[in-house]
């Protein structure tokens, strides 16, 4: 059981970055794949980038490149770091958890966050 909240969201001209902050609280957060999804006004949810409990990560091809992915265990927290940004970018992005898998459905992640805003200007 983890709770998450999203922040770092905001309005940034096209090209431009910002950093998005997932803190975490719970037990056991070290044994949870962290994932990224973001879901635009009118299209569905879809991932982004997730960091595996086992090591490593992946990303959406859309954003490889140009998205990196960390966590730091000790803080419970997890980043998504989001340079070159375009204005197909913009959405609420999530933070999501699931314990002990490493699956990249949605409907794997049986935790998620609030949400933060993410406009890109063109």
């Known amino acids: 059981q983890v709770q998450l909240v999203e922040s770092g969201g905001g309005l940034v001209q096209a090209g431009g970055s910002l950093r998005l902050s997932c803190a975490a609280s719970?037990?056991?957060?070290?044994?949870?794949?962290m994932g990224w999804f973001r879901q635009a006004p009118g299209k569905d949810r879809e991932f982004v980038a997730a960091?595996?409990?086992?090591?490593?990560?992946t990303y959406a091809e859309s954003v490889k490149g140009r998205f990196t992915i960390s966590r730091d265990n000790p803080k419970q927290a997890v980043y998504l770091q989001m340079n070159i940004l375009k204005p197909e970018d913009t959405a609420v992005y999530y933070c999501?958890?699931?314990?002990?898998?490493?699956?990249?459905?949605?409907?794997?992640?049986?935790?998620w966050g609030q949400g933060t805003q993410v406009t890109v200007s063109s």
């Open positions: 999501a958890a699931q314990y002990g898998s490493n699956l990249l459905e949605d409907k794997a992640y049986n935790y």
């Open positions: 960091y595996w409990w086992s090591g490593g990560s």
């Open positions: 719970g037990r056991s957060f070290i044994r949870y794949t």
